[in-house]
Structure formats: C-alpha cells, structure tokens
C-alpha cells in the first residue's frame, strides 16, 4: 500500500484518489498530485497587515521597539531597507542605521 500524500490547505492525513485527482474529506480540497512543487518546504512570511513579505522588501515599524542593552528604542516609523527572511521566532534579519545588525518580528513591521 502507498501512501497518500496530506492535504496542502489544511494538512488532513485523511486524503483519498478520487477519478486521478487527490480529494480531502475535511476541507473540500481537490488537487493534481502531479501539479505539487517544492514551494511546499518554503515559509511565508506576513506583515502585521498580513502583505507577504519576501527577501530584499522595505519595512517600516509600526511601534517603539525596545532593544536590549541598548539606552535607546527603535522608535516607530523606522524604515528598514533590504530584509531578509529567514525561519525562527524572529523571522526578519536587517541592519538598521543607528543600531547595526537586527532580527525583528514581522508582526511588529507594515510593508512600505
């Protein structure tokens, strides 16, 4: 017996074939097995207003960041030129005038 690869949408082990398509009892889903790339393993990344964010974009905080060790804040409104993603709690790597090297929350940052 093979297994059934799980739903992309809704991650449902409970897949079945259906006519050459594969076919999700729990969310509807129907897909092509065949039309499924690797962007699978790839992370996404959202902004506080939920704009996908990608490698190279500019950000603008929307709140007063403090930073540790530092006698200042990043103060809202602080443009970030050229993030980039990378996949753990703190998913944006950027260097920021003032205070170098960061790793920011994307919740805490709008797309410019």
């Known amino acids: 017996m093979h297994q059934i690869a799980p739903c992309p949408q809704c991650k449902s082990?409970?897949?079945?074939?259906?006519e050459g398509l594969l076919a999700c009892?729990?969310?509807?889903?129907?897909?092509?097995?065949?039309?499924?790339?690797?962007s699978d393993n790839s992370f996404i990344v959202k902004d506080c207003n939920g704009n996908i964010l990608q490698n190279g974009d500019t950000v603008v905080?929307?709140?007063n960041l403090p930073v540790?060790?530092?006698?200042?804040?990043i103060k809202a409104g602080t443009k970030v030129k050229n993030i980039r993603l990378v996949?753990?709690?703190h998913n944006i790597d950027c260097k920021i005038d003032g205070f170098g090297a960061m790793a920011?929350?994307?919740e805490?940052?709008?797309?410019a």
């Open 13 to 18: 082990t409970y897949t079945y074939e259906l």
């Open 25 to 38: 009892p729990e969310c509807g889903h129907e897909w092509n097995p065949a039309e499924i790339t690797s």
């Open 61 to 63: 905080t929307i709140k």
């Open 68 to 73: 540790r060790g530092a006698s200042q804040s």
């Open 87 to 89: 996949d753990s709690d």
């Open 104 to 106: 920011l929350k994307s």
């Open 108 to 111: 805490f940052v709008k797309k």
